[in-house]
């Protein structure tokens, strides 16, 4: 099984939680940039790429419950292995197809790229108005662009597929199945998922 993460217990419950905590960590970071609200370009990068990283923990918790998954950062190649029922959610829900495969081509190393100041795709992130003119960034302008919209919209579904989740499952029986199963988890669990 070389280059894939197999499907097992311990596996499923470290990225889900992986990706909750990315998400909470995300949402700290997003509250101070929008307090300040000018931030440098190596903070407007890395702020997509931790949104990058979230996106990608999302998909491949989803993935996960399905079958092993390919050790990649490929958000496309994740978005492409994602069930149809799942998919179907961002078609023409605001963005048609054509955009959707567009925005994935352009998008889909950033965490790679941007963690590491590879701006070959920044463009795709950037428009006149977001810039001061020292040449920062207005966070809250940046936010309102179209391509970061597409970002936050596909993080957003994720979020709802998990929203979905912890308000249907039994939290009593999941977590005393983690204790039963023994997995190894050396984590804490977020408090919105205890019983």
């Known amino acids: 099984m070389k280059n894939k993460i197999p499907r097992t217990d311990d596996n499923i419950m ?3 939680l992986g990706f909750f905590g990315a998400n909470e960590n995300l949402q700290i970071l997003e509250a101070e940039y929008l307090k300040n609200d000018i931030i ?3 903070q407007y990068a890395n702020f997509l790429s931790q949104v ?3 996106i990608e923990l999302g998909m491949k918790s989803i993935l996960l419950n399905e079958d092993d998954i390919p050790k990649t950062h490929d958000i496309k190649e ?3 292995m994602l069930p149809q029922s799942f ?3 961002f078609v023409n829900n605001p963005f048609p197809i054509k955009t959707i495969e567009k925005s994935l081509d352009e998008i889909k190393n950033i965490f790679e790229d941007f963690r590491y100041m590879n701006t070959a795709h920044f463009n795709f992130f950037l428009d006149k108005s977001i810039f001061t003119t020292d040449y920062k960034i207005i966070f809250s302008q940046a936010k309102r662009l179209q391509n970061f919209q597409f970002i936050i919209y596909l993080f957003d579904k994720i ?3 998990y929203n979905h989740l912890v308000t249907s499952i039994d939290r ?3 977590f005393k199945n983690i204790e039963k199963n023994n997995l190894h988890l050396n984590l804490t669990i977020p408090l919105y998922l205890k019983p």
Do not use: G, H, W
């Open 87 to 89: 998919r179907d959610m």
């Open 159 to 161: 979020k709802e597929f």
């Open 52 to 54: 990058a990283l979230c």
């Open 40 to 42: 440098t370009v190596p």
């Open 14 to 16: 470290k990225i889900v």
């Open 78 to 80: 994740l978005y492409n």
């Open 172 to 174: 009593q029986s999941f």
